[in-house]
């Protein structure tokens, strides 16, 4: 029938309550790995934590990357082997067994596994996709549609998991509505030429041999080329929902491999999915306040979340995974990092400029940091210069302490890499013009304050263990 609020053609079928559990169907979904991903944890985090009763749910893991196998398992062993969720069945299946195989028959087989476990819905998820929500599958068993999928993009880009049209040969063709549907200026249920990356498809249609990978059209890298082919030849219609945002696409391309948590470099290239995994989850209820409104635990010293726990704990990993010490050798007045060659208040530090971070750190601070400044320094507009940007380590058997000193900055963020009382006990920022002490900072909080004249200020001995802090000279 027709869809009157949307203008768009519906299948006979009807739609299914999923709000119903008792009636959602058993589904098998089969998360497939076949490239070297960029924030590969929160892609398998975020379908594990999918709205779903896991006694109906079977879950599958194709794994082509040797540098990710490690990595899969600790996330397996968490959700699988020690999480609350029990699945209906679960399997991973590393490089060793996936290797030596092609596309098309590692993603026949996850169909076929449908088959065997009677599945009512099946879902094929690449590795490339970032969801957003916790009920995609329900959103997309709804429609009980025979093949469909929700539009995934590239943020800012017409690159998405659908087609419009194919030409005579089958690859794609713009269709005149392809752009309309991107910007979501169009929405509704779509019957188009093409869909992957995420794919829902009826279990009585993979049964009945309508849907399959096996083609001899297609090379084994046009394996979703051949899958959509073989679906319109049967006469199988495919659909695109984007009534609902589920999420979008990352990019794959240059993504490097030889640091520990490549991850942190990818501000340019994934700049959302960067967001959403190293940005704090309540940075954004800071946007609306008021200069009065922010914690201010000394006076014009500002208290504000900025980065998550992941990214605290992933910067001090990095750092201290590289061969050597690269802490040592700092902490000295004669520095020949600076361009002066000397620092007159010598902390053990580490530059990003050593970790080639700087240009992603002054992005940091420019998309981030700019916008609370401007709320409580009025009047001041961040220039989008840090010259000197760096993690300090303050040790009980190294330096524990910070003499007096002024910052060589317009402002100064000073942000909270581990936690006080736990990982180390004493420590502090000691103003001493306000003979104010701030010590309790939880991880990914930031300490915003004035760098020159006004805030005279020494950090304060730690008494056990290790402290990390993040520091930023803004506008020297």
Not at 6 to 23: A, L, M, N, R, S
Not at 64 to 69: L, Q, Y
Request: hydrophobic content about 35%.
């Amino acid at each position: 029938g027709i869809n009157a609020e949307y203008g768009v053609c519906d299948e006979k079928e009807g739609t299914i309550d999923v709000e119903d559990t008792e009636k959602l169907p058993t589904i098998l979904t089969t998360m497939f790995i076949t490239d070297r991903t960029p924030f590969l944890d929160y892609f398998i985090n975020k379908t594990f934590t999918q709205n779903y009763p896991p006694e109906k749910w079977h879950v599958r893991i194709y794994n082509r990357v040797w540098g990710h196998a490690d990595h899969i398992q600790e996330l397996v062993n968490f959700h699988v082997e020690n999480g609350d969720k029990k699945f209906a069945s679960f399997k991973l299946m590393q490089p060793k067994e996936t290797i030596s195989k092609k596309l098309s028959e590692l993603y026949q087989e996850g169909m076929n596994t449908c088959v065997e476990l009677d599945c009512g819905f099946y879902f094929v998820m690449d590795s490339v996709i970032t969801l957003t929500d916790d009920n995609v599958f329900k959103d997309l068993i709804h429609w009980n549609k025979s093949v469909i999928t929700t539009q995934l993009t590239q943020p800012g880009q017409y690159w998405s998991n659908f087609w419009g049209d194919v030409s005579k040969d089958g690859f794609y063709k713009r269709a005149p509505d392809y752009f309309n549907l991107v910007k979501r200026e169009r929405l509704g249920l779509w019957n188009v030429a093409f869909v992957n990356h995420l794919v829902a498809m009826r279990g009585d249609v993979i049964k009945d041999q309508k849907v399959s990978y096996v083609n001899s059209k297609y090379d084994d890298s046009n394996y979703d080329v051949g899958f959509n082919y073989n679906a319109r030849k049967n006469n199988v219609f495919l659909y695109m929902v984007n009534l609902k945002e589920h999420g979008q696409l990352k990019r794959m391309e240059n993504y490097t491999s030889h640091r520990i948590h490549n991850d942190l470099w990818q501000i340019f290239t994934n700049t959302l999915d960067w967001k959403l995994n190293y940005i704090h989850p309540n940075y954004e209820d800071y946007l609306t306040m008021k200069r009065p409104e922010f914690p201010q635990p000394c006076p014009d010293v500002f208290h504000f979340p900025l980065l998550s726990k992941k990214f605290s704990w992933h910067m001090i990993n990095e750092l201290e995974s590289i061969p050597g010490d690269i802490f040592a050798g700092s902490g000295n007045n004669n520095d020949k990092r600076l361009a002066g060659g000397y620092e007159n208040v010598p902390t053990v530090d580490v530059h990003f400029t050593q970790i080639n971070f700087q240009q992603e750190w002054l992005k940091v601070l420019r998309d981030y940091v700019a916008p609370i400044q401007r709320r409580v320094f009025e009047g001041y507009s961040f220039h989008g210069s840090a010259l000197l940007s760096f993690v300090v380590k303050y040790h009980e058997k190294g330096q524990r302490e910070l003499r007096p000193h002024h910052d060589h900055s317009t402002f100064t963020t000073n942000t909270a890499l581990n936690r006080q009382g736990i990982d180390y006990d004493g420590g502090g920022s000691y103003f001493i013009r306000q003979n104010c002490l701030v010590r309790d900072v939880d991880i990914g909080w930031t300490l915003m304050h004035p760098g020159r004249l006004t805030h005279y200020h020494e950090g304060k001995e730690i008494t056990r263990g290790t402290r990390y802090i993040l520091v930023s000279f803004n506008d020297p």
